[in-house]
């Protein structure tokens, strides 16, 4: 890498040279992401029957779950910005670039999955074109495309940085608030649109996870897992360039800013669910109410619980484990809205069949998998090439 | 005019004529299918086939029912796919069918989520995939003529004709055979009403007609998307107020450390 950057007399500097280990960690990352684009490119030379098990009873499937986790996680953009330059908390700035790569690169492979993802990958524009404003999936499309542009924005100074263009770097600056700005409120309407969408299939969800609040639900989820991410990359980024000192008072401030993201989260769930009297199917001790404990367990319990212990704060560990836990919480929260509360259509050939059933595809999961995996690649070079994380880290080498 | 139609099960003898016309009419393939041990075949939509009897054997009110429903897109009045879709693929026409145009989808299938009657049916073999349904034959009634499967019911147990007359003629059927029709007409209210109107000898949920309640299916997410104006409003607003008051605090922080350290 180091000598394409020199033969190329790109000005970036190299920051990590890695160890035998982590050469053979970087190769079979980037094979598995060419496994992904191979079986992506074949995907889009047959369709989705031979390359899916999606059916008409399962038209959406492990692809979607994820993207939805994606959009979740990569919260952390707006979250960061908004921390940063609304609240003006300038303490965690040192982080804000590391949220916006994760962000930008978040949303990137949330739109290719979307793209494979589609029936005619070939009209991804038609949301452009063919308006229809009561659609959450095309309001999620436009913020999703604003967004895209606000994140490539955020990123642009450190690109430029990383090229020594100071006047470039000047200029964005200049108009950073009203980006930020215009980007936490792009967040705020797709991420709530996202529970939206749901909120559209009244007949066709579990009442455990059909409820009016879905939008304001899936909002205060984006934020609970955007600070996750946060702590993940912050702690794991931290590890791989060899950072002895990792801003512990930081993750902390973000631990406790979790606990009551969370607490809201909850308070509101159950609360809608005990108001409304939809709490009895939540000890059914069926799939449904199994798979409902297991994501309050892990997007509430968990964080507001072990978050709370100082002791577990001050652990980079034990940050770094409930961050995990309420990740998988959310990831479980998105493919439970999309698969487990979903009632199957009666009329479909695999329900009167009796043979409604979704097990994804081998290809599903290598697409999403390479997908991924090239996300992760990307972001160690971005951070490797460019000045994501700070400056300390180069003294420490 | 609204068009709309009118399905007596009562009168329905399960001939299955009609699937055959909607088939033949519309060119769709046949579908490779096995025994299931019943008379249904095929058993569901798919994207060959848009209309289907499914036959139900029910025991009501201590007599069995042999009752056959054909079924069909229900051309809803507020319908659930035209909501969802981003790409105004599908539209309610003022004359009643629900049309598709195909040009502007995108297959990202999502008005099978929001249609409670599981209607649309996606192209699962093909390269580039769309979705379809029952189209009301609207090639067929530009010209002046019923849908297939309408004019070849030998029983007149589909009948075409404006919907508050279709309402009152089925009412008046409960009337003169009050015994032979379970009183309640299906999609005179339900999802907000639908084009499609059935009456039957027994109640609609042993039939497996889904109880979707009397509102437009998506009625609470487009009060919410109506409400997206008012929350960029809100969004800004509260934002811009926020980066002013900590922008402030800091300020005036800063100000009375340097007068403090003035002394």
Same mark, same amino acid.
């Given at each position: 890498?180091?000598?394409?950057?020199?033969?190329?007399?790109?000005?970036?500097?190299?920051?990590?040279?890695?160890?035998?280990?982590?050469?053979?960690?970087?190769?079979?990352?980037?094979?598995?992401?060419?496994?992904?684009?191979?079986?992506?490119?074949?995907?889009?030379?047959? *369709?989705?029957?031979?390359?899916? #098990?999606?059916?008409?009873?399962?038209?959406?499937?492990?692809?979607?779950?994820?993207?939805?986790?994606?959009?979740?996680?990569?919260?952390?953009?707006?979250?960061?910005?908004?921390?940063?330059?609304?609240?003006?908390?300038?303490?965690?700035?040192?982080? $804000?670039?590391?949220?916006?790569?994760?962000?930008?690169?978040?949303?990137?492979?949330?739109?290719?999955?979307?793209?494979?993802?589609? *029936?005619?990958?070939?009209?991804?524009?038609?949301?452009?074109?063919?308006?229809?404003?009561?659609?959450?999936?095309?309001?999620?499309?436009?913020?999703?495309?604003?967004?895209?542009?606000?994140?490539?924005?955020?990123?642009?100074?450190?690109?430029?940085? *990383?090229?020594?263009?100071?006047?470039?770097?000047? %200029?964005?600056?200049?108009?950073?608030?009203?980006?930020?700005? &215009?980007?936490?409120?792009?967040?705020?309407?797709?991420?709530?649109?996202?529970?939206?969408?749901?909120?559209?299939?009244?007949?066709?969800?579990?009442?455990?996870?059909?409820?009016?609040?879905?939008?304001?639900?899936?909002?205060?989820?984006?934020?609970? %897992? *955007?600070?996750?991410?946060?702590?993940?990359?912050?702690?794991?980024?931290?590890?791989?360039?060899?950072?002895?000192?990792?801003?512990?008072?930081?993750?902390?401030?973000?631990?406790?800013?979790?606990?009551?993201?969370?607490?809201?989260? %909850?308070?509101?769930?159950?609360?809608?669910?005990?108001?409304?009297?939809?709490?009895?199917?939540?000890? $059914?001790?069926?799939?449904?109410?199994?798979?409902?404990?297991?994501?309050?367990?892990?997007?509430?319990?968990?964080?507001?619980?072990?978050?709370?212990?100082?002791?577990?704060?001050?652990?980079?560990?034990?940050?770094?484990?409930?961050?995990?836990?309420?990740?998988?919480?959310?990831?479980? #929260?998105?493919?439970? $809205?999309?698969?487990? &509360?979903?009632?199957? #259509?009666?009329?479909?050939?695999?329900?009167?069949?009796?043979?409604?059933?979704?097990?994804?595809?081998?290809?599903?999961?290598?697409?999403?998998?390479?997908?991924?995996?090239?996300?992760?690649?990307?972001?160690?070079?971005? $951070?490797?090439?460019?000045?994501?994380?700070?400056?300390?880290?180069?003294?420490?080498? | 005019?609204?068009?709309?139609?009118?399905?007596?099960?009562?009168?329905?003898?399960?001939?299955?004529?009609?699937?055959?016309?909607?088939? /033949?009419?519309?060119?769709?393939?046949?579908?490779?299918?096995?025994?299931?041990?019943?008379?249904?075949?095929?058993?569901?939509?798919?994207?060959?086939?848009?209309?289907?009897?499914?036959?139900?054997?029910?025991?009501?009110?201590?007599?069995?029912?042999?009752? +056959?429903?054909?079924?069909?897109?229900?051309?809803?009045?507020?319908?659930?796919?035209?909501?969802?879709?981003?790409?105004?693929?599908?539209?309610?026409?003022?004359?009643?069918?629900?049309?598709?145009?195909?040009?502007?989808?995108?297959?990202?299938?999502?008005?099978?989520?929001?249609?409670? +009657?599981?209607?649309?049916?996606?192209?699962?073999?093909?390269?580039?995939?769309?979705?379809?349904?029952?189209?009301?034959?609207?090639?067929?009634?530009?010209?002046?003529?019923?849908?297939?499967?309408?004019?070849?019911?030998?029983?007149?147990?589909?009948?075409?004709?404006?919907?508050?007359?279709?309402?009152?003629?089925?009412?008046?059927?409960?009337?003169?055979?009050?015994?032979?029709?379970?009183?309640?007409?299906?999609?005179?209210?339900?999802?907000?009403?639908?084009?499609?109107?059935?009456?039957?000898?027994?109640? +609609?949920?042993?039939?497996? +007609?889904?109880?979707?309640?009397?509102?437009?299916?998506?009625?609470?997410?487009?009060?919410?998307?109506?409400?997206?104006?008012?929350?960029?409003?809100?969004?800004?607003?509260?934002?811009?107020?926020?980066?002013?008051?900590?922008?402030?605090?800091?300020?005036?922080?800063?100000?009375? /450390?340097?007068?403090?350290?003035?002394?």
């Amino acid at each position: 890498m180091t000598t394409i950057v020199r033969r190329l007399r790109l000005p970036f500097n190299d920051m990590h040279q890695p160890g035998l280990m982590g050469k053979i960690v970087l190769a079979l990352v980037a094979l598995v992401a060419l496994s992904g684009v191979v079986s992506a490119i074949y995907r889009l030379f047959v *369709g989705l029957g031979p390359t899916t #098990n999606l059916t008409d009873a399962y038209p959406w499937g492990l692809w979607i779950g994820f993207d939805f986790t994606l959009i979740a996680f990569a919260g952390v953009g707006f979250t960061m910005a908004a921390v940063v330059h609304v609240l003006h908390l300038e303490q965690y700035k040192p982080m $804000a670039r590391a949220a916006v790569l994760t962000g930008f690169l978040g949303y990137v492979s949330v739109l290719v999955i979307l793209l494979l993802d589609l *029936g005619r990958p070939d009209r991804f524009w038609g949301f452009l074109v063919y308006w229809n404003h009561h659609s959450p999936l095309f309001e999620i499309s436009w913020c999703i495309l604003l967004y895209t542009i606000v994140l490539t924005l955020e990123f642009a100074p450190l690109f430029f940085e *990383g090229l020594q263009r100071p006047a470039i770097v000047k %200029a964005i600056h200049k108009v950073t608030v009203p980006v930020v700005i &215009a980007g936490v409120t792009l967040s705020t309407l797709h991420q709530s649109t996202l529970g939206t969408l749901y909120l559209a299939m009244p007949h066709k969800m579990h009442p455990l996870w059909w409820s009016w609040p879905l939008p304001i639900l899936f909002y205060i989820s984006s934020i609970g %897992a *955007g600070l996750a991410a946060m702590i993940l990359i912050w702690i794991l980024a931290s590890k791989v360039f060899g950072r002895k000192k990792i801003e512990m008072n930081l993750l902390q401030g973000l631990a406790k800013g979790s606990v009551w993201v969370w607490v809201v989260y %909850a308070v509101l769930r159950l609360g809608d669910l005990l108001m409304t009297g939809t709490a009895r199917p939540m000890f $059914a001790f069926d799939g449904p109410s199994v798979w409902f404990w297991i994501e309050m367990i892990l997007m509430a319990l968990v964080p507001i619980v072990l978050f709370s212990l100082q002791r577990v704060r001050e652990s980079q560990a034990g940050l770094f484990i409930v961050s995990l836990l309420v990740t998988l919480g959310v990831l479980a #929260n998105r493919f439970n $809205a999309t698969l487990t &509360a979903q009632y199957v #259509n009666r009329f479909t050939v695999e329900s009167v069949t009796e043979t409604a059933r979704y097990v994804p595809h081998l290809l599903e999961w290598v697409m999403q998998i390479g997908i991924l995996a090239a996300a992760v690649l990307v972001w160690y070079l971005a $951070a490797r090439f460019l000045p994501v994380m700070p400056e300390a880290v180069k003294d420490e080498h | 005019m609204s068009r709309a139609v009118l399905v007596d099960l009562v009168r329905c003898m399960g001939c299955r004529a009609c699937q055959v016309a909607c088939k /033949s009419w519309n060119d769709k393939k046949a579908e490779l299918t096995q025994c299931l041990g019943c008379y249904d075949n095929p058993p569901g939509f798919s994207y060959n086939t848009w209309s289907l009897i499914q036959f139900n054997e029910v025991e009501y009110q201590g007599q069995l029912h042999w009752v +056959f429903t054909k079924r069909q897109c229900m051309h809803c009045e507020h319908p659930g796919c035209a909501s969802v879709c981003p790409v105004s693929a599908w539209e309610k026409t003022a004359e009643g069918p629900v049309i598709y145009h195909p040009h502007r989808c995108i297959g990202c299938r999502n008005c099978q989520y929001g249609c409670p +009657f599981g209607v649309p049916s996606y192209n699962w073999d093909a390269v580039l995939g769309l979705v379809n349904k029952c189209t009301f034959c609207t090639d067929r009634t530009a010209e002046g003529y019923e849908p297939a499967c309408i004019k070849v019911c030998p029983t007149d147990a589909l009948e075409m004709g404006e919907r508050s007359q279709l309402i009152a003629e089925a009412y008046r059927r409960f009337d003169r055979f009050p015994d032979r029709y379970y009183h309640h007409i299906y999609g005179e209210k339900e999802a907000g009403g639908t084009t499609w109107l059935y009456i039957s000898p027994i109640p +609609f949920d042993l039939l497996g +007609f889904p109880d979707v309640g009397t509102a437009p299916v998506t009625e609470e997410a487009v009060t919410v998307m109506n409400g997206t104006p008012v929350t960029i409003v809100a969004a800004v607003a509260a934002l811009s107020g926020l980066y002013w008051l900590t922008k402030r605090k800091e300020q005036v922080a800063e100000h009375k /450390s340097g007068s403090e350290e003035g002394k």
